[in-house]
Structure formats: C-alpha cells, structure tokens
Nanobody, 118 residues
Framework: QVQVVESGGGLVQPGGSLRLSCVAS????????MNWYRQALGKERELVAT????????TYSDSVKGRFIISRDNAKNTVYLQMNSLKPEDTAVYYC???????????WGQGTQVTVSS
C-alpha cells in the first residue's frame, strides 16, 4: 500500500523557521523525483521545490529561492523542506509529491498546514 505522509506543519511567527518531513512507503523511493507543492486558500497549487533521485541540483520557485531548502534521505524514504525566514504569504497547505515519469506513477500526501502569523 502506497503512503506519502507529511508532518511538521504548524503556526510560526514571521521570520521563523519550520522543517517539513515527508515519509514514503509502499514503493521504491530512490528513483522518484520528490516535489513539495503548496496551496493557499483560494489559489492554485504551486510547485515550491523539486529534488531528483540524488538531489544534486534542487530547484525552487522564485518565491522561496534563498529561503527554503529541499533535501532527501533515500535510506529513510524521506524528503524534507527546511523553511527559513518565513513570511505571511508562505501560509498554505504544503503537499509532498512523488513522481516517476518512467513508471507513470504520481503519488500525493494529504498535506500539512503551515500558518505564518504574528
């Protein structure tokens, strides 16, 4: 059974930090590209960060570049999103996504809420 489970969300003040985790199970993790998306209330889902199998050259949206860091531990089937210098506009539900174009598989987590507010 495939599972993708995010954790680590919560309420944080502007300027603060959070680290999201996403643990995957039920499939072979390492070949999958792992993505973090977010969706703010009333807005479309946005791709925030991408990490291929080795995560040698992660990519970020312009809105988070320089503040967020994506990483992965293939031995633990886990991908992380370290979020620093958080802003109120970072408030959203953050989703973990595992994608393999070769295998034509695309898995989503249930999301974790991040709220940045004073």
């Amino acid at each position: 059974q495939v599972q993708v489970v995010e954790s680590g969300g919560g309420l944080v003040q502007p300027g603060g930090s959070l680290r999201l985790s996403c643990v995957a199970s039920g499939f072979t993790f390492s070949p999958y590209t792992m993505n973090w998306y977010r969706q703010a209330l009333g807005k479309e889902r946005e791709l925030v960060a991408t990490c291929t199998s080795a995560c040698a050259n992660p990519t970020y949206s312009d809105s988070v570049k320089g503040r967020f860091i994506i990483s992965r531990d293939n031995a633990k089937n886990t991908v992380y999103l370290q979020m620093n210098s958080l802003k109120p506009e970072d408030t959203a539900v953050y989703y973990c996504n595992a994608r393999s174009i070769v295998l034509r598989k695309n898995y989503w987590g249930q999301g974790t809420q991040v709220t940045v507010s004073s």
